[in-house]
């Protein structure tokens, strides 16, 4: 999938003044500090509860040779897990992103505690069982709670292979995903089809191309749904940049600008959970911030959606 993590641009939005002083503070907090639970979903095919906000892995944890980088990643996993989340989500594609996520389990202790979600492109069967085969041996384990297969692009694509794999226990679910616009007919299709566990899909206020059919045949479909790219790859952070929250955003205990975009996305009945990506653990406090508290109603998200679009 693709995903880019908002690294300037957010640390630019961190810094804005006195309607957001709350988030300045963050990177004072302790490692998963948190003052409220956080907001769990159920997973349609299941019930099995799963906490809303994770975190994608795409470029930030495609690295090499670098303690410091890895000590960072480490903190970012402790604080996603110490306040209350387990959703990581990684693929093959994302370069030694699985290596790393194996090394960092192993040395953290975590893998146990962690809803891992990793992807396979749609390739010939041998192609695509090897890939699998890779990615648990780059990741150290034997199972994934998600395997998704990645941007689905033919609206007669079998999902059998993955049923297996479920079977099989390889993986508890089994999902599509879809990066491209040209694809999203077929993917509709393929949703109605297959009806697969997950469906992942970037969606922002900035990009809401997969809001009319796409979400809500996944709904329909009993797809449990993960949105990417949750700040539209800093174009969101661009636009907020230097500007106050408005004054609403506390009637939905909203501090950041960060927190007013995952909300936003939280707020559609349809989410489950949101996998921002991110490399510091003050900006892991502040995205679990946004499933804390309350969440906007449909009003409230036609108000926020108006006061982005007017910024």
């Known amino acids: 999938m693709k995903r880019v993590i908002d690294r300037l641009t957010r640390r630019d939005a961190m810094t804005f003044a006195a309607a957001t002083a709350a988030a300045a503070v963050l990177p004072a907090l302790p490692a998963g500090a948190q003052t409220t639970a956080l907001l769990a979903r159920k997973i349609p095919s299941s019930g099995e509860m799963l ?8 470029i930030i944890f495609d690295f090499e040779n670098d303690k410091a980088k890895f000590d960072e990643r480490a903190e970012v996993l402790k604080t996603l897990v110490g306040g209350g989340g387990r959703l990581v989500d990684t693929a093959p594609s994302y370069g030694k992103a699985e290596d790393r996520l194996g090394e960092l389990f192993a040395a953290t202790g975590l893998r146990d505690k962690i809803f891992l979600a990793t992807k396979v492109r749609v390739a010939p069967q041998d192609a695509t069982v090897a890939e699998m085969k890779g990615a648990l041996a780059r990741l150290k384990t034997d199972k994934v709670e998600l395997m998704q297969l990645h941007n689905v692009r033919d609206p007669n694509q079998s999902l059998s292979l993955l049923r297996d794999w479920k079977a099989q226990g390889i993986c508890k679910y089994y999902g599509i995903t879809s990066s491209f616009d040209r694809d999203y007919e077929a993917v509709e299709a393929c949703l109605k089809k297959e009806k697969p566990d997950f469906f992942q899909i970037d969606y922002s206020m900035v990009d809401r191309n997969s809001e009319q059919r796409l979400i809500p045949a996944a709904a329909d479909a009993g797809c449990a ?17 230097g500007k106050p929250l408005p004054d609403f955003a506390k009637e939905i205990d909203c501090t950041s600008w960060a927190q007013f975009a995952l909300k936003w996305l939280l707020g559609h009945p349809a989410i489950t959970a949101v996998i921002p990506g991110t490399d510091r ?29 007017a910024l």
């Open 225 to 241: 749904i993960l949105t990417n790219l949750p700040f539209g790859r800093g174009k969101f952070f661009q636009q907020t940049s």
């Open 281 to 309: 653990p003050q900006y892991m406090v502040d995205n679990l911030k946004a499933g804390q508290g309350r969440l906007p109603d449909a009003d409230m998200r036609k108000r926020m959606l108006a006061a982005f679009e």
């Open 51 to 58: 906490p809303c906000v994770g975190i994608g892995t795409a």
